[in-house]
């Protein structure tokens, strides 16, 4: 079968980094995408990893280990703004996104 | 704006009424795609149209019914819904369906509510 398994929730204080970790179980595998989403607001994309190793996009960064099923999202120096949700995804056999829940981030000052 | 838009923002109908969720993208985009998002759960997967056809249709109850006049529409035609059908609708578009990057550009989502 499939699933795919993130956090609830995370907090972390402004300046500071925070690591959001994402599991997944899947016979087949086209990549992983990582979307944050404001609160009202449509998922914007952030990343998408396909080998293995980090991806590194200004203040954050993504990685991926496809023997383990499991990838993160990396946010340093964190601002009020990365307030939001955040969303991984796994494109399956078929390309098609099987989504997370989400893992809603609170900042703090 | 992410070249996709979605009218209305918010919906609010009768167990009996019919209404439509209309959705444009302005990307030149392939493939189209319409999710539903309820509060803590995952974004659900609900049709999939490329090149105007519907390639996905995942176990949707039949009130909901998708159209895709071209590629740079999709509707969502809604009729006889259930208070559990309320939630935030989400249009997506991609340049093609399939290959190995496929990024998913997203509309800003109706949010409908069922009385």
């Known amino acids: 079968g499939q699933n795919i398994d993130q956090p609830t929730e995370m907090t972390a204080t402004e300046g500071a980094i925070v690591q959001i970790n994402c599991t997944y179980q899947?016979?087949?595998?086209?990549?992983l995408f990582w979307y944050q989403q404001h609160a009202g607001e449509a998922p914007t994309f952030l990343s998408y990893n396909v080998l293995d190793g980090l991806e590194e996009k200004g203040r954050f960064s993504s990685f991926l280990s496809r023997s383990k099923g499991y990838s993160y999202l990396l946010l340093k120096e964190l601002q009020m703004k990365d307030s939001a949700s955040y969303l991984c995804?796994?494109?399956?056999?078929?390309?098609?996104?099987?989504w997370g829940a989400g893992t809603k981030l609170i900042i703090k000052p | 704006e992410t070249g996709v838009t979605q009218t209305p923002r918010h919906l609010v109908m009768g167990m009996t009424n019919k209404k439509s969720l209309k959705c444009e993208q302005h990307l030149g985009h392939n493939a189209m795609y319409w999710y539903k998002q309820s509060a803590k759960k995952p974004l659900e997967l609900m049709f999939v149209y490329s090149l105007e056809e519907r390639v996905e249709n995942n176990s949707v109850p039949s009130r909901f019914s998708p159209e895709c006049p071209n590629s740079s529409h999709l509707f969502l035609h809604l009729h006889t819904l259930q208070p559990e059908d309320s939630a935030l609708y989400l249009c997506?578009?991609?340049?093609?369906?399939?290959?190995?990057?496929?990024?998913?550009?997203f509309g800003p989502g109706t949010r409908l509510t069922v009385l």
């Open positions: 995804a796994f494109m399956d056999s078929n390309y098609q996104l099987i």
């Open positions: 997506a578009s991609s340049q093609d369906l399939g290959g190995m990057y496929n990024e998913q550009f």
């Open positions: 899947t016979s087949g595998f086209n990549g």
